[in-house]
């Protein structure tokens, strides 16, 4: 059961890339508004693969969906590629937004999660999580900018590079730098509490 589940998040990771690389390569040969038909067709096989691997669509890839076609929608009656190649900078964008709503609260969406799945005594600082939460925010809305920047003035064969294989090579590379800024903020934060208690003796 484990290799199955394994393979099948395999096979959903590589599948994820198949919008991008199937529009790069029809907006190589053929015009805007096909490449854009392509795009559109491949994301809602994502949608429906994502249902069998996990028996469940999550309301982020639903709402990415309807931007794909929305923007799709729009390359196709424009005949023109940007609209559709806009999708990651307004996800970006609107992923960081709503991340930094969230802190912004009083709770990030990552605490309140790990709350509900975790238990209290183990969970991490609330002040430390809602610290790193603003990084990922930083993050997304920096790479959405970055990507607005890359549909404007980038070739297809670029963009497409740095909506998939790149956005994991960056993404991996950030998460890398906050899990050392983490341990350093956690080692920080316990010998803090542990001169408060020695203060009470």
């Known amino acids: 059961m484990g290799e199955y589940i394994r393979g099948m998040s395999k ?4 599948i994820s890339f198949l919008p991008a690389v199937f529009y790069w390569y029809l907006e190589s040969y053929y015009e805007p508004k096909i490449a854009a ?8 096989l994502e949608l429906i693969f ?18 794909i076609f929305f923007l799709g929608a729009l390359s196709f009656f424009d005949n023109q590629g940007i609209w559709f190649k806009l999708q990651p900078c307004l996800t970006g964008i609107g992923i960081g937004a709503f991340l930094i709503f ?7 969406l990552l605490f309140e999660m790990m709350e509900s ?3 209290p005594k183990k969970m991490p600082p609330l002040e430390i999580m809602t610290k790193f939460e603003a990084h990922v925010a930083l993050f997304f809305l920096g790479y959405g900018g970055f990507m607005g920047l890359v549909a404007f003035h980038a070739t297809t064969g670029q963009w497409t590079f740095f909506k998939t294989i ?3 090579i960056i993404s991996i590379i950030f998460f890398l730098i906050e899990l050392i800024w983490l ?13 408060e208690l020695l203060k009470k003796f």
């Not at 096979?11 to 590589?14: A, E, S, V």
């Open 11 to 14: 096979h959903f990771f590589l």
């Open 183 to 195: 341990r350093a903020m956690m080692k920080r934060w316990f010998l803090k509490k542990n001169e």
């Open 37 to 44: 038909v392509g795009g559109v067709l491949l994301a809602l």
């Open 50 to 67: 994502e249902k069998i691997c996990i028996k469940q669509v999550h309301a982020i890839s639903k709402a990415n969906f309807f931007l």
């Open 166 to 168: 790149g956005f994991y």
């Open 117 to 119: 799945i975790s238990d």
């Open 102 to 108: 969230k802190v912004l609260k009083g709770k990030g």
